[in-house]
């Protein structure tokens, strides 16, 4: 089965924050949520490079607060959602 690319980021933040899809919204910030902290954010940027295949820049991985910014980020990168 492929994901697209929608499905892939949700399953990047399921998988590092060990949470439920449908908690994976749009709104959803870091350190909104407990699981979300510094530790779990290190390995959601791990995840969405194996995902994606691509090596985030530090400073794209500074400003990835929230899920809609991880699509805008994830957009520089040539990936549409």
């Known amino acids: 089965m492929t994901l697209n690319n929608t ?3 949700v ?3 399921v998988t590092a924050l060990n949470i439920e ?3 994976v919204t749009d709104s959803l910030t870091y350190n909104e949520i407990s ?3 510094s530790t779990a954010h290190m390995i959601l940027i791990a995840e969405l490079e194996d995902q994606f ?3 985030l820049d530090t400073d794209d991985i500074i400003d990835m607060s929230s899920v809609a910014q991880a699509k805008k980020i994830m957009s520089k ?3 549409s959602f």
Do not use: P, T, V
Request: hydrophobic share 40%.
């Open 11 to 13: 399953q990047s933040f």
């Open 35 to 37: 699981e979300w902290d």
């Open 53 to 55: 295949d691509l090596m």
């Open 77 to 79: 990168y040539d990936l």
């Open 21 to 23: 899809a449908d908690q």
């Open 7 to 9: 499905e892939k980021l």
